[in-house]
C-alpha cells in the first residue's frame, strides 16, 4: 500500500469534491482517482458513494476515515521516536501553517514561544490553507495556525480541537509604484481591464479575492494574468509590475514599506483576517498546553475599521 493512499482519502473526505481534493494534493484528477481506487481495490471494499453528488463516504469509508488518520499519526510518532525526539526534556512542536505565516509571522512569534514553552525545536509543515488543515486533522502536527473568514469558515468540531484567536490582519490589493503612480488601478475599465494576479480558485485566497471583487463598490475590468497558489510568487509578480493582487498585510510589509508597492484599494476592496490557533485536545503534550495557555491570556488587536461588505472575519 501507498501512504499517499491514506492522505489522498482523508484530502476527498474533507472536501467532498474529486477535482478539488486532486487539486489540493497537486495531482491531476485521473491520477488521484486512480489512487482512491487502488486503496479501495487494497481494502477489498468501496470507501466512496460515487452515485450521489457531492461524493460521500461509504458506510465502511466513514469506519475508514479514522483508521486512516490513526495510522498516519502512529507513522509520525514512529518516526519522531526514531530521531529521538520524544526524548524527555526534547518536545519538538510540528506546526501546520499556509506558507504566508511561516514567511512572514512566524519567525517572530517563535522567538517568543520558544522560550514560552521549553520545546527543544520546532517543525513546519507550510502548505495552502486546505492542506494545513488535512494535516493538522490527520495528526501530521500538534498545532494549526490558520487564517479564518466568515464567509470562508474553518471549522473543527470544538469539543475536540480548542481554537484561540492570535492575531488579525487586512487582506488587500496591491500594486506596484511606476513614477510616483500606481501602475494600475481598480477597477479597470471596459477598454483598459487591468491585469489581475491572483490565486488558484481551489484555495482559500483564490475564494476571498473573487468574494472581494464581487461585493467591489465598482464593476470589476480584468483579465487574469498570472495565477499561483503561492502568496509569495504573488507578491513577486506585483513588485516586478505584472499587475494587481491581493496579499496578506504581513506579506506586503517590507515591499510597502521601501516604497515598491501600495495598497491599490480602500477596506471595500478588503477583508479582514482573524488568525487562529488549533491543537487537538485529546493529543496535546506540555509544550503545546503551555503555548496554547500563553495564547489564551494574550489579547489580539482589533480592526479599528472595516470594509461594509466583508467585516464579518474578525472574532
Known amino acids: 500500500m501507498d501512504f499517499r493512499w491514506l492522505q489522498d482519502f482523508l484530502s476527498l473526505a474533507e472536501v467532498s469534491n474529486f477535482t478539488e481534493a486532486a487539486a489540493t494534493r497537486h495531482s491531476s484528477q485521473p491520477a488521484f482517482s486512480r489512487r482512491i481506487q487502488q486503496l479501495e481495490s487494497w481494502l477489498g471494499v468501496e470507501l466512496i458513494d460515487r452515485s ?3 461524493t460521500k463516504l461509504t458506510p465502511a469509508g466513514e469506519r475508514f476515515r479514522r483508521t486512516a488518520a490513526d495510522i498516519i499519526q502512529q ?20 506546526f ?8 512572514s509571522r512566524f519567525p517572530a512569534w517563535w522567538s ?13 509543515l507550510a ?11 490527520a495528526g501530521l502536527a500538534d498545532v494549526l495556525l ?10 473543527l468540531d470544538p469539543d475536540h480541537y480548542e481554537r484561540v484567536a492570535i492575531a488579525s490582519e487586512w487582506f488587500r490589493p496591491y500594486v506596484a509604484m511606476k513614477n510616483g503612480q500606481p501602475a494600475y488601478k481598480l477597477p479597470g475599465t471596459a477598454k483598459s481591464p487591468f491585469p489581475l494576479l491572483n490565486y488558484s480558485t481551489s484555495t482559500f485566497m483564490g475564494r476571498m479575492a473573487d468574494l472581494i471583487m464581487q461585493s467591489a463598490p465598482a464593476p470589476v475590468h480584468s483579465y487574469k494574468a498570472f495565477e499561483s497558489d503561492l502568496a509569495s510568487a504573488l507578491h513577486n509578480m506585483i513588485v516586478a509590475g505584472h499587475g494587481i493582487g491581493w496579499l496578506p498585510e504581513s506579506a506586503a510589509a517590507d515591499a510597502v514599506a521601501d516604497g515598491k508597492i501600495k495598497a491599490a484599494g480602500d477596506n471595500r476592496w ?5 488568525i487562529y490557533a488549533f491543537c487537538d485536545r485529546a493529543r496535546s503534550g506540555p509544550a503545546v498546553q503551555r503555548l496554547m495557555a500563553h495564547l489564551r491570556k494574550s489579547p ?5 475599521d472595516k470594509p461594509a461588505a466583508l467585516a464579518s472575519g474578525n472574532r
Not at 501546520?96 to 514567511?103: K, N
Not at 502548505?127 to 486533522?137: G, I, L, R, Y
Not at 489580539?300 to 479599528?304: D, E, R, T
Open 127 to 137: 502548505s495552502n490553507v486546505h492542506d494545513a488543515v488535512t494535516a493538522h486533522v
Open 270 to 274: 478588503s477583508a479582514p483576517f482573524t
Open 146 to 155: 490558520v487564517f479564518h473568514h466568515a464567509q470562508q469558515p474553518i471549522f
Open 300 to 304: 489580539i488587536a482589533l480592526f479599528a
Open 96 to 103: 501546520a501553517l499556509p506558507h504566508t505565516l511561516a514567511i
Open 75 to 94: 507513522m509520525v510518532d514512529a518516526r519522531a521516536g526514531i530521531n529521538g525526539e520524544s526524548e524527555i526534556g526534547q518536545e519538538v512542536i510540528t
Open 52 to 54: 450521489c453528488y457531492p
Open 112 to 124: 517568543v514561544w520558544q522560550e514560552i514553552t521549553g520545546a527543544s525545536g520546532c517543525r513546519l
